[in-house]
């Protein structure tokens, strides 16, 4: 029983670490999406809308929350983690109109990975 115990033990931070790690690449994904989105709306109505429909970017597993702050001309979008997701060392991912990545830890490492 000891041998079991000690397996999760170890296997346990290892699968919240690769949970963490999926909920990021999804809030990229939906970051990305809603980029696109916003392009493609500015290119139709020659400025940023000031929403994003949720419908852009929302899947019922996404444990981060999309937010849009825009200007005509320029906009910043941010992926907030909440739930359990919160315990990410990456925090919030944003994204803005000239492609520019950032995150509370490691922008680098964090929209690596």
Do not use: H
Request: charged residues 10%; contains cysteine.
């Amino acid at each position: 029983m000891s041998v079991i115990g000690l397996l999760s033990a170890l296997a346990m931070p290892i699968y919240q670490t690769a949970q963490a790690r999926s909920q990021r690449q999804l809030a990229k994904l939906a970051l990305m999406k809603s980029a696109q989105w916003l392009e493609q709306a500015a290119t139709t109505q020659g400025s940023y809308p000031a929403n994003l429909p949720v419908s852009v970017w929302q899947t019922p597993e996404l444990k981060y929350r999309i937010r849009i702050n825009s200007q005509s001309q320029t906009y910043v979008l941010t992926a907030t983690p909440f739930g359990n997701q919160q315990a990410d060392d990456c925090g919030s991912l944003t994204l803005n109109q000239a492609g520019q990545r950032s995150a509370q830890g490691d922008a680098a490492l964090c929209w690596s990975k």
